[in-house]
């Protein structure tokens, strides 16, 4: 398929990231180190390291996951020549919207790298280790869930949806765990905790805000060579200044992947293609658009198949 304005690149969010991830690749693309090699710069220690030799709970800590995650997807969407030409729109789940941004232009790389490192040393200092968790609630629809978060004492709401039967919830601990029996009691098929160190995408993480916008207030942000569909409300912002709000509203608002996601087929894409780590958003894609495929660029396979696009 050769036809342009049908395409989207999609950038995954927090979770997508494993100890040795991108490693068969940089093996035949010394550009993903490279890349590694500038963000290390910015951050001042080895991020590649981090990535390839772990250990996994401190890459899994969110100021080193988000800039880790940023720089792969960058890595990855570097492997796609002419990936602009054929690109007409481009969405990210959660930390994914600033990959968006770095790969539309609306960001420098460098600015991107450290923006992240900053938003989620926020995120982790926002609320104490162990007040805070989310969970993952199966086959219960949204209304079911919300109603269900209304009932419980103490903060907790829906904070990722991310397809039709699979929302995540997040607030106060003891909230959540309360949240969960009642999400089974309503009729989920399961609700587990997540292996979290926040509360990320509820009302908790206001406490990060003011800090945040000041620091995204110090970078310059252009509008996107594309449009890059905004977790908030599922749109596109028409402004830099949007873009700006949308992002701090976006540390303690629900992601709307199945919205946005929905939101790029009715503009008329046929094609996604998943600029990042593992293949989280091609199984949500699936879950919420059956009919549209979904590339990944994870994988020798599957860069080469892009290329084909």
Not at 124 to 134: I, L, R
Not at 184 to 191: E, F, L, M, N
Not at 222 to 238: D, E, F, G, L
Not at 251 to 270: F, H, I, K, Q
Request: proline share 5%.
């Amino acid at each position: 398929m050769s036809s342009s304005g049908t395409i989207a690149a999609i950038f995954p969010g927090q979770g997508a990231q494993s100890v040795g991830m991108l490693g068969d690749l940089a093996a035949e693309h010394p550009s993903i180190e490279s890349r590694f090699a500038e963000a290390s710069e910015v951050l001042g220690f080895d991020l590649w390291a981090m990535t390839q030799e772990g250990p996994a709970e401190q890459l899994g800590q969110t100021e080193n996951t988000q800039p880790a995650l940023l720089v792969a997807s960058v890595a990855l969407w570097d492997l796609w020549p002419n990936a602009q030409e054929k690109i007409s729109v481009m969405s990210g789940h959660s930390l994914g919207e600033y990959s968006a941004l770095v790969c539309a232009g609306a960001m420098s790389f460098t600015d991107g790298v450290a923006l992240v490192r900053k938003r989620g040393e926020l995120m982790q200092a926002a609320v104490p280790n162990g007040e805070g968790s989310m969970a993952a609630v199966l086959g219960l629809d949204d209304e079911a869930i919300a109603q269900c978060c209304e009932g419980i004492d103490g903060e907790v709401s829906a904070a990722n949806f991310n397809a039709p039967g699979q929302v995540v919830i997040a607030g106060e601990s003891a909230a959540i765990n309360a949240a969960i029996d009642a999400c089974k009691a309503a009729g989920a098929k399961r609700a587990v905790p997540l292996d979290v160190s926040g509360p990320f995408h509820s009302r908790l993480m206001q406490a990060a805000a003011a800090d945040f916008a000041s620091a995204l207030a110090a970078i310059e942000l252009t509008m996107p060579r594309v449009p890059v569909i905004q977790n908030v409300h599922a749109s596109a912002a028409s402004s830099v200044d949007e873009i700006r709000t949308l992002l701090v509203e976006q540390l303690y608002s629900p992601v709307r992947w199945t919205a946005c996601v929905n939101s790029m087929v009715d503009s008329g894409v046929e094609q996604f293609v998943e600029c990042g780590p593992g293949s989280v958003l091609t199984g949500l894609v699936k879950r919420i658009s059956r009919a549209t495929p979904t590339i990944g660029l994870s994988s020798a396979s599957g860069v080469e198949a892009a290329q084909q696009l």
